[in-house]
């Protein structure tokens, strides 16, 4: 793994999180292990390993990550080292059944919910050196016996661990969610407008076409082109230009029905579709033409703006979105060549 590689997971991969979840695991894993070791009448160097395991080790591993030059690498190996401990514990609670069955299933749950591919994998080593190593000292001591009060001392963590953990993932997959959401809305639509890009406005417009030709539905498409837009640009500058744009954009956008389809075919021209047929789209036109006449800019009274519309209504049994659009385009231009500021449309 590079440099470059470990400073893009540490973005997403925090040691302050892991470590509100490490010492609240081993913290509430601590107890069990405690009413098994008294239980067992286990002598003092368990008890050091368990104050060390489950209350200072959560927080020597949160400052080596902080300090460290690559805090995702170290924050792996210290994961990865909790294994270890989960393991050891294993053993030196006798293979106590239900708290070793626990220690393990949570130690491995973590490695898989960090995210860290394969790190559950790559942990079940120590795990395994985590077991064989006490037992030098315990000579595989088994008691395996889970008595009530190490039931009931499991509750709390088996409950509030996994409560907490799934909370956790239930956040980090809201936060995708919307991201995904953002970056959909990105993908869709024009980043000055707001309206369709060119790509999912034709996307929307050959759904509605293929409607069109099961039920028999009537649509109208408008070109629409800004009458002298590079004039606005080269006197008053791009920044207004673009307030232009956007002023045009709500206007059509306001003037328009609800289901209509509209979206900004790149620089000063925009498309829309509506679902009627071609004597009530015109009176839309008209709409959109007339208000785009009274727009006031900046209270500048010296830029004025019209707009010149070609339409052309759908014919279900010989037209496909190219066709229809260029049909719709020669009127855009009769348009602009009978004197702008004005619709056309074929008789």
Known sequence: MTLKQTSNKHKTFMPTVVYKFRILGMGLGGIPVAVVLLENNSPYPYWIWWAFSCYLWPYLAFIRAKKSTTPFISERNNLTFDSFIAGTWVSLLHFNLLPSVLLLTITTADKISSGIKNLWLRSLPFVLAGILFPTLFTQFAYQPHTSTSVVLACLPILFLHTFFVSF????????????????????????????YNRRHWQEKVENMMENCRNTGQIATILLIDI????IINDEFG????????????HTIKDSTPEDAIIGRLGGDEFAVVIPKDLNQSILIAQTIRKNINTIKYHNNQSIKCSVSIGLEEINITEHNLRSWFDTADQSLYQAKSNGKNQIYYKQ
Not at 168 to 192: A, H, I, M, P, W
Not at 227 to 230: A, E, G, L, S, V
Not at 238 to 249: E, K, N
Request: aromatic share 6%.
């Open 227 to 230: 009458d002298d837009f590079k």
């Open 168 to 195: 956790g993932s239930y956040k980090l997959v809201r936060k995708v969610q919307k991201q995904n959401k953002k970056l959909k809305t990105l993908s869709e639509t024009d980043f000055l407008t707001g309206m």
């Open 238 to 249: 791009h920044s207004i230009g673009d307030d232009v744009l956007i002023t045009i954009a």
